[in-house]
C-alpha cells in the first residue's frame, strides 16, 4: 500500500474562529494534527483539500453563505491543524477533492494507490471525495473518528452506511489508529 491523507474543507473560515466553530466539528481538530504528525512521520504524503470558491459562486444561490473566498485567509487549511511546507495545498470548487482539479494526476505521479479521507462535513465533501477517488481507482479509507459534520447521528449513518457497502473493501471505514496500525504492519 502506497497511501496519501486526504484533510478535507478543515479551513480558516471553519475553524480560524474563536466562536461559532460546533463542537462535533471542532472536537477533530487535535485527533487530526497529532494524526499528520504520525502520517508525516511515516513519510505519507497530506493532501489539504480547501474550499476555494469565487465571490457569487453558483453554490452560494442554495442555502450556503459565502465563505472560503479564493485568495483570502479564510480559505486556507486552518492554522490549529500545523500544516508543513511539504503538504499540498489543493483549492477546490465544489465537494469533491478529485473535482475539476489536478489531484488524479498528482497522486499518480506520487505512485499512490490509497487514500484515506477525513475533515468535514462527512455527508458532503468527504464522502464525494472518498466515492470520487474509488471512481479514480483508489482504494479508499474513510476516517471514522477524524471526520465530523454538524450531528453526529449525520455522521454515524453515513459511517454505517458505507462500513456495509458493496464496494467493499475497495472503500473501507476504520480509525486514525486502525489505519496507521495497518500502515504498521
Not at 2 to 21: F, H, N, Q, R, S
Not at 30 to 59: Q, T
Not at 139 to 147: F, N, P, Q, R
Request: net charge negative; glycine share 6%.
Amino acid at each position: 500500500m502506497k497511501p496519501a491523507v486526504i484533510i478535507v474543507d478543515m479551513l480558516e473560515d471553519t475553524y480560524g474562529k474563536e466562536e461559532g466553530v460546533p463542537v462535533e466539528l471542532a472536537g477533530i481538530v487535535a485527533p487530526v494534527r497529532a494524526f499528520l504528525k504520525r502520517c508525516r512521520a511515516l513519510s505519507v504524503p497530506v493532501v489539504f483539500a480547501c474550499d476555494s470558491f469565487l465571490e457569487g459562486d453558483f453554490i452560494f444561490k442554495g442555502r450556503m453563505k459565502p465563505c472560503c473566498i479564493r485568495g483570502t485567509a479564510g480559505a486556507q487549511a486552518a492554522a490549529s491543524l500545523e500544516a508543513e511546507p511539504t503538504d499540498i495545498m489543493l483549492p477546490k470548487r465544489r465537494f469533491s477533492a478529485f473535482f475539476k482539479t489536478d489531484l488524479d494526476q498528482t497522486l499518480r505521479t506520487m505512485q499512490i494507490d490509497t487514500v484515506a479521507v477525513a475533515g468535514i462535513n462527512t455527508h458532503f465533501c468527504v464522502i464525494a471525495t472518498a466515492l470520487d477517488a474509488v471512481c479514480h481507482d483508489f482504494y479508499t479509507i474513510l476516517l471514522e473518528d477524524l471526520s465530523a459534520t454538524y450531528k453526529p447521528e449525520i455522521h454515524a449513518t453515513f459511517m454505517d452506511a458505507y462500513r456495509k457497502s458493496a464496494i467493499y473493501p475497495l472503500l473501507r471505514v476504520v480509525t486514525g489508529d486502525e489505519f496507521l496500525n495497518i500502515l504498521a504492519g
